[in-house]
């Protein structure tokens, strides 16, 4: 049996915001003098974004027009994790159904009702009856769809719902698997001072990516699955992690992170290769999730890869920022958009990292029908 990524669709709030503007918003809410503001600036024009999404119009404006956060000069009282809850209900399930029905449309053999299973993913928003069960009402999905949530595994959380959607197909060659990654970062910020929020602030973006799986393949490109491999490098747990504070999620990114994958990565990949017999240097293909521009460059030290074997990933983390659990899949689509018949059958490879620190990799194949027809 086999499963194939079949077809992704994505979205992202209305309100998309300059980089740079961001820094000014923060540099005011964190009341920085002339030279703190001047480092944050520095930080946020070495990031490799150029822009990002946000569900807030806030971080457009200056102090005296928010909505969303108060109209102080310290932006106190700050908001509360209620208050950032209802943000993420007011806007998630809108976003999921965006990034669903864009998935559709290039999957146009595939109905709403034809869906047999519904995998949710977040990190940044939680509640119940949740995310999944709004969907199955606003989409007119059956009420007997099987639904499994995936939260707050962070970054790398599209992995663990390919993995069960693989497992799905696998087991069941009619099942139509639908997997939505939805993450609302920004209404996450944390008004501290200190460097990793500092640097989490600078990444993060709001998105959803939707990706339907299947146990045959679409009938022009799709991707199928070929292997997968975990890790953990458990020196790196308090470099990278995810917690539940007073004021929203609190995000740990320190700039030790990019040291500790440089460390883990190439024996992740030997691991997952050795298997396939097959090597980084006959891998042309690669979709790798975008944690940040100094990761990406580590990546490719390590690996022997260029900054072009890594355009997609960069072009994503340029026009969206990090959006958490969605963005790899954002990396991934740009490269299905890519693919012509002269690709058949090549390899893909494909990385995320957080919390814990985790590795997770994935080996795909390119399958292009018009290819095997004209064989």
């Not at 030279?35 to 990002?52: C, E, H, N, P, W």
């Not at 883990?264 to 975008?290: C, M, N, Q, W």
């Not at 058949?344 to 027809?373: I, R």
Request: charged residues 20%; negative net charge; proline residues 4%.
């Amino acid at each position: 049996m086999k499963s194939y990524i079949c077809a992704i669709g994505t979205a992202n709030p209305a309100h998309r915001i300059p980089q740079m503007q961001i820094a000014d918003f923060m540099a005011a809410a964190l009341q920085f003098d002339e030279q703190d503001t001047r480092k944050l600036k520095a930080l946020y024009r070495v990031s490799g974004i150029g822009q990002r999404y946000s569900v807030l119009q806030d971080y457009t404006r200056q102090n005296g027009d928010f909505t969303f956060y108060p109209n102080t000069p310290t932006l106190e009282p700050f908001p509360t994790v209620q208050q950032r809850m209802d943000e993420y209900r007011k806007y998630a399930v809108e976003l999921s159904e965006d990034a669903i029905r864009s998935c559709l449309k290039q999957a146009t053999s595939v109905s709403l009702p034809e869906i047999t299973h519904l995998i949710t993913v977040s990190c940044t928003g939680m509640y119940a009856p949740g995310l999944d069960i709004e969907l199955v009402e606003k989409l007119g999905l059956s009420p007997c769809v099987q639904r499994t949530a995936v939260n707050f595994m962070g970054c790398y959380a599209a992995f663990n719902a390919i993995k069960l959607a693989d497992a799905i197909c696998r087991a069941n060659p009619e099942a139509k698997v639908m997997m939505v990654c939805t993450e609302i970062c920004t209404i996450h910020f944390q008004k501290h001072a200190q460097q990793d929020h500092l640097v989490s602030n600078a990444l993060f973006g709001d998105g959803a990516a939707a990706v339907l799986m299947q146990g045959q393949p679409n009938q022009e490109v799709s991707l199928e699955l070929q292997s997968f491999h975990c890790d953990l490098a458990p020196a790196g747990k308090r470099d990278m992690a995810w917690h539940i504070g007073d004021t929203g999620f609190e995000m740990t990114l320190s700039s030790y992170v990019p040291d500790l994958i440089k460390k883990g990565i190439k024996e992740l990949t030997d691991r997952l290769l050795k298997g396939l017999k097959t090597t980084v240097s006959e891998i042309k293909l690669f979709a790798i999730h975008p944690g940040g521009r100094r990761i990406l460059e580590v990546i490719e030290q390590e690996l022997g890869m260029s900054r072009n074997d890594n355009r997609f990933a960069y072009q994503v983390l340029r026009e969206f920022g990090n959006m958490s659990s969605a963005t790899v899949l954002f990396v991934l689509k740009e490269l299905m958009d890519s693919l012509t018949t002269e690709e058949q059958d090549e390899p893909v490879l494909s990385f995320a990292f957080g919390p814990g620190l985790t590795l997770e990799s994935m080996l795909l194949k390119v399958h292009y029908a018009e290819a095997k027809a004209a064989v």
